[in-house]
């Protein structure tokens, strides 16, 4: 569960929306890699701001196409 991983309980019903909107294995594999960063104080933004840059690349590749 993302919320467990990043120990952001509070959040959960954010990260169920995010995996039913697809790309659970790549939000999972994020998730583990931020989770074993030991200087991150607040994992769940820190996940946040990795997946809201990840997907402006990727529309950004999208429309340069």
Do not use: H, P
């Not at 569960?1 to 990260?15: F, H, I, V």
């Not at 790309?23 to 997946?51: C, D, P, T, W």
């Amino acid at each position: 569960d993302l919320a467990e991983e990043l120990g952001d309980l509070k959040n959960k019903s954010l990260y169920i929306k995010l995996v039913k909107q697809g790309g659970a294995e790549k939000l999972l594999r994020l998730a583990k890699e931020i989770s074993e960063r030991n200087g991150v104080k607040n994992k769940g933004a820190y996940f946040m701001s990795i997946l809201t840059k990840v997907q402006n690349d990727a529309k950004i590749r999208k429309n340069a196409k």
